[in-house]
């Protein structure tokens, strides 16, 4: 009976978060969906998000500076983001692909779909050259500019560029680095006063999108959405667990299910990866993952690593192409891929914010007219707000599992069982 009531507390005090956001998940919804007016319950949501957000920028440039200055040698740092970025584009590969592969099996076109009865108004396109795609991934004109979740990517590069200046002054041995592990480790408990209020805001964000999208969620959109939530919470059930047993040995999977499902309620219940990096940095530091991987590797996951947005622009594909009687071919579907994988960097850590990916998928696939361009481009938007949540789930919870990857070539093969064994 006593062992019966530690099970219990144990569980309770390793899922309380979790179960108290999947409450505050379902519970909101429901109230989105009967009460039409749950719209004015947004400004609970945004509270919690835009208090993640301030901590979240500040973290990032001191995480990422912190890990890379404190590294006993440089080319430690770059083993580590080398790898990272390799294994970023491979996952995101492997879920374009899979995706492609299960529309190429389902049509999620609805029959009876009405283009004009879904585009009220024709969203205007901004043209974006790839220049100026290049110059914004790395940099900003002002210093002041990178002080901005919208300059995630440009605030990495310069985060990482600020470790490799202190590590050439003398590296953990200077008072800069140690000022930045100090800074880091104050704003993770920051972050760990604002997830207190964390049910509330979730709340009131899914009793607003429930109340605003339920319409289109049991409608036109359904069969779609349908198809895209299940393949999300099969890839996470499916290939979350390979990932892990191929980057942390025996015992990974276990380990890593006991530290998932708290990143995975965040990035669900916020819609951005980036909102999701203090949460991921403590599951992997739980996990044992080394600090000076799992904050290179978190950080940058939340622009890089995107594995459901991969997913989610071949589903726009796909759906763009059957409402427009086109074939979804091979030779397209290579296209739509590389597309996907590339076009989506930097566009998750804003809440709906693949607006510019969306772009470009329309821009090379639908530009026959400006007339097909926004009609695309507007219904590539309408999927893009209903995908979020488990598209975003897919990215920032993967960002942890991507780190036991990148700790089997940093530390070794049995980083993990060491780990454990030091544990017991």
Known sequence: MEDLKSVKKSFWKNYRFVICMMVSIVAGTITGLVWPGATVLEPLGTLF??????????MVFASIASAIANMKSISRAGKVMGTTIITFLCTAAIAAIIMYIVVSVINIVPSGFNVSEMVTEKAEATDVTTGDLIVNFFTKPDFSELLSRRAMLPLIVASILFGFGVQMSGGPETMTAKALADFTDCIMNVVKLIIYYAPIGFFGFFA????TYGPELIGSYGKTLIVY???CFAYMFIFFPIYARFGGG??????????????AAVSFGTCS??????TNIQAAKDTGISEDVSEIVLPMGATMHMDGSAMSAIVKVAFLFGISGIPFGTGKAI??????????????GIPGGGGVGELVLCSIFFNNSPDQLAVSYTLALA??????????MVNAAGDYVVSF?????????DWLQKQLEGNH
């Open 405 to 413: 990857i990148v700790s089997r070539y940093v530390d070794g093969k």
């Open 383 to 392: 999927i893009g707000n209903l995908v979020d949540p488990p598209a975003t």
């Open 229 to 231: 939530y299940v393949v």
């Open 208 to 211: 607003y999108l429930a109340a």
């Open 49 to 58: 998000i835009n208090s993640m957000f301030c901590v979240v920028v500040p």
């Open 273 to 278: 990866s980036v909102a999701t990096i203090p």
């Open 250 to 263: 025996k015992g990974a999977v276990k380990v890593m299910f006991s530290h998932l499902f708290e990143p």
């Open 335 to 348: 296209l739509a891929i590389i597309v996907a994988v590339f076009s989506s960097v930097a566009m998750s």
